[in-house]
C-alpha cells in the first residue's frame, strides 16, 4: 500500500524554467491538496481539488497551476519558476467526510 | 488573526518530563481536530485524533474545548524519540472541507 507518493523528491531549477510535480494516491481519495513549508510559516495551501476535474486556488496560488485529470493524480505545475519558489512542497489526500489527511514525503525544490 | 494557533516554542524538556501544548482556533465551524508529528526534513504523519470527550493513546492525551476553542496534546513521561514539531491541525466543514494546519510546536527532549 504506497499511500501517497510524490515526485520527483529533490529538484534544482534554474531561474524561469518550468516543471511539474506530480502527486499519485492509491487510496480512491476524493480530496487532495498541494502545500508548501518554509521556515516559520507552517503549511500554506497553494491549490486542492474535491474531485476528478476540479480544482480550485488555496491560499499561495500565484506562479503555480495544477491539473486533476485523473481522480488519483494530482499535478503542481511552475511555469517560470522564481528563487521564492525554493520550498518544500507537500502533497496530501483524504477521504470525504471529517477525516485525516495523509501526505506524501515532499519534494525539496531549489530555484536558484 | 491566524485561523489556528500555536506556540512555536521550542520546548526544551529533560526525558520523563511531561509537556503540554495548546493550540487555538478561530472558526467555530471547525468539526474535525488533529495533532500531527513532523519530524525534521520528513512529512507530516498523524499522532492521533482529538475527540471531543478526550482521548488517550499510551502516554498522549488530547483534549478538546469546544466553548473556549482550543486543543491540547499531553506528553507524559517524554523520550528522546518525541523530539519533533507537532501540528495542530483542524478542518472546517462546509466547501471544501478547509484543512488549516497551525505553524507547529517544536519539542526536544534532553537526556
Known amino acids: 500500500n504506497a499511500g501517497v507518493t510524490q515526485t520527483p523528491k529533490f529538484r534544482v531549477l534554474k531561474t524561469g524554467q518550468s516543471m511539474t510535480l506530480l502527486c499519485a494516491q492509491d487510496?480512491?481519495?476524493?480530496?487532495m491538496y498541494w502545500y508548501r513549508q518554509d521556515p516559520g510559516m507552517g503549511l500554506r495551501l497553494i491549490h486542492y481539488?474535491?474531485?476528478?476535474?476540479?480544482?480550485a486556488k488555496g491560499e499561495v496560488p500565484d506562479g503555480y497551476n495544477v491539473s486533476r485529470l485523473k481522480k488519483q493524480n494530482f499535478l503542481l505545475g511552475l511555469e517560470s519558476a522564481a528563487p521564492s519558489q525554493t520550498s518544500v512542497y507537500f502533497c496530501?489526500?483524504?477521504?470525504?467526510?471529517?477525516?485525516?489527511?495523509?501526505f506524501g514525503q515532499g519534494t525539496r525544490l531549489t530555484v536558484v | 488573526r491566524k485561523e489556528v494557533e500555536q506556540d512555536p516554542g521550542p520546548f526544551n524538556v529533560p526525558e520523563g518530563a511531561t509537556v503540554a501544548f495548546n493550540c487555538t482556533y478561530s472558526?467555530?465551524?471547525?468539526?474535525?481536530f488533529f495533532w500531527y508529528r513532523q519530524d525534521c526534513r520528513k512529512e507530516p504523519k498523524l499522532l492521533m485524533s482529538?475527540?471531543?470527550s478526550g482521548n488517550e493513546d499510551g502516554r498522549f492525551t488530547a483534549q478538546l474545548n469546544r466553548a473556549s476553542q482550543y486543543i491540547s496534546l499531553l506528553i507524559r513521561d517524554s523520550k528522546l524519540s518525541d523530539s519533533a514539531t507537532y501540528l495542530c491541525?483542524?478542518?472546517?466543514?462546509?466547501?471544501?472541507?478547509?484543512?488549516?494546519f497551525g505553524t507547529g510546536t517544536k519539542l526536544q527532549v534532553i537526556p
Open positions: 496530501a489526500s483524504r477521504s470525504t467526510g471529517l477525516a485525516e489527511a495523509f
Open positions: 487510496m480512491n481519495h476524493e480530496y
Open positions: 481539488s474535491v474531485g476528478e476535474g476540479t480544482t
Open positions: 472558526n467555530s465551524a471547525s468539526q474535525s
Open positions: 482529538v475527540y471531543s
Open positions: 491541525v483542524v478542518i472546517i466543514s462546509g466547501g471544501y472541507q478547509k484543512v488549516t
